[in-house]
């Protein structure tokens, strides 16, 4: 579509005479200029866009952001319909075409929330999300549970020897932890944290499996490590993000402030903000990161580039706590885009299902067709 005829189509959406395949192509016109000739956008034209939005019939999630959905067999074809379906968390539950969709699966799944359970340095379990207000450790140490946040205070009374406790974040949950020193974490579905209620000695040690952002309070006297898998981060002070799930073959980190140092079977790197570093086979690797995909799920998004399907699924199935069973063989297509995480599960499938591959929800399972 040529610049004319985008003009044409705005001043016509401004006064509310747009056919609904107008609409499309006018979200499909802008998506695709926006990526491939953002110069031509004028601040006009941005400003009449944010105002076209509002009104189209469509409510975007995250219209702000210009959703891009696509997959590498039909880029076109999936832009056109990318913007036709992408609804709001809170869109009229009537609204005919959700019914309509829905209808196709035999159950629908709600999106993740804040859950966890706190395993205590005396084995007792505490489950998180059913707790309000204060807890209390056996060693004397404060912890107070609010609104998805663990919080531990420190005593003041130094001991010498450490307590640990665990959180554990089971599929379908996330969590937020302020350790004793400060230093802030952001727990992933699937993801285990083992950590001193209050932190001993030279060195503040914890252990992770699965996925956490850290923001690390700073203390130059004391270094802080964080053990994962196959490899060990350590820092002064700093936020980076590290994923390291069993299921995955490699272990990421990437740093978004400050300076780590990657440990691997007597391997080692130093990554700069900007940068990732890739552990895989005893090898470590680094190289640009792509800093907003790796923290979108503490962001509240599902952010794919050129991922296939396995890596997709293996994401939606921890956030929607749901097993993946794969019909007919697995596509090799890739797919690019982002997608809210608060929407339920049977809107994420509608998108990736612009590829061709198609899908079923079968009680706790989630049947892959290709």
Same mark, same amino acid.
């Given at each position: 579509m040529n610049h004319k005829r985008a003009e044409d189509l705005l001043k016509r959406a401004g006064s509310g005479k747009l056919e609904k395949d107008e609409e499309a192509t006018l979200d499909t016109w802008y998506i695709n200029t926006a990526e491939n000739q953002p110069d031509i956008l004028t601040d006009d034209i941005e400003k009449r866009l944010d105002r076209v939005w509002k009104k189209l019939p469509v409510n975007h999630a995250l219209r702000i952001r210009r959703i891009k959905i696509y997959s590498s067999i039909s880029v076109a074809a999936a832009m056109v319909i990318a913007v036709l379906i992408f609804y709001s968390? &809170?869109?009229?539950?009537? *609204? =005919? *075409?959700?019914i309509a969709y829905a &209808?196709?699966?035999k159950n629908d799944v709600l999106p993740g929330s804040n859950r966890a359970v706190l395993i205590k340095s005396d084995g007792s379990e505490v489950n998180l999300d059913q707790t309000k207000g204060g807890l209390k450790d056996g060693k004397g140490t404060i912890i107070s549970v609010s609104k998805g946040v663990l919080t531990y205070h420190d =005593?003041?009374?130094p001991t010498e020897i450490e307590v640990f406790n665990t959180i554990k974040i089971p599929f379908g949950g996330e969590y937020q932890l302020t350790l004793a020193d400060g230093t802030q974490v952001w727990l992933n579905s699937g993801s285990t944290l083992r950590y001193p209620v209050s932190f001993v000695g030279k060195e503040r040690n914890v252990e992770l499996t699965g996925e956490a952002y850290f923001q690390v309070a700073k203390d130059a006297k004391r270094p802080f490590k964080v053990r994962s898998k196959d490899q060990e981060i350590e820092v002064? &002070?700093?936020?980076f993000n590290i994923s390291a799930y069993p299921d995955e073959v490699s272990s990421t980190t990437s740093l978004l402030e400050g300076s780590v140092k990657v440990v691997s079977k007597g391997k080692h790197a130093i990554l700069n903000p900007g940068q990732q570093s890739m552990v895989r086979n005893g090898g470590i690797s680094v190289a640009d990161a792509d800093v907003e995909r790796s923290i979108a799920w503490k962001n509240g998004e599902f952010n794919f580039k050129n991922t296939d399907i396995e890596s997709i699924m293996r994401v939606v199935s921890r956030w929607y706590d749901l097993k993946v069973d794969y019909v007919g063989g697995i596509s090799k297509d890739s797919y690019s885009g982002r997608i809210s995480k608060k929407v339920t599960l049977t809107k994420v499938l509608k998108i990736l299902e612009l590829s061709g591959t198609h899908f079923e929800i079968d009680g706790k399972t989630i049947k892959v067709i290709d």
């Open positions: 968390p &809170g869109q009229n539950k009537k *609204d =005919p *075409d959700i &209808g196709k699966y =005593p003041g009374s002064l &002070g700093t936020h």
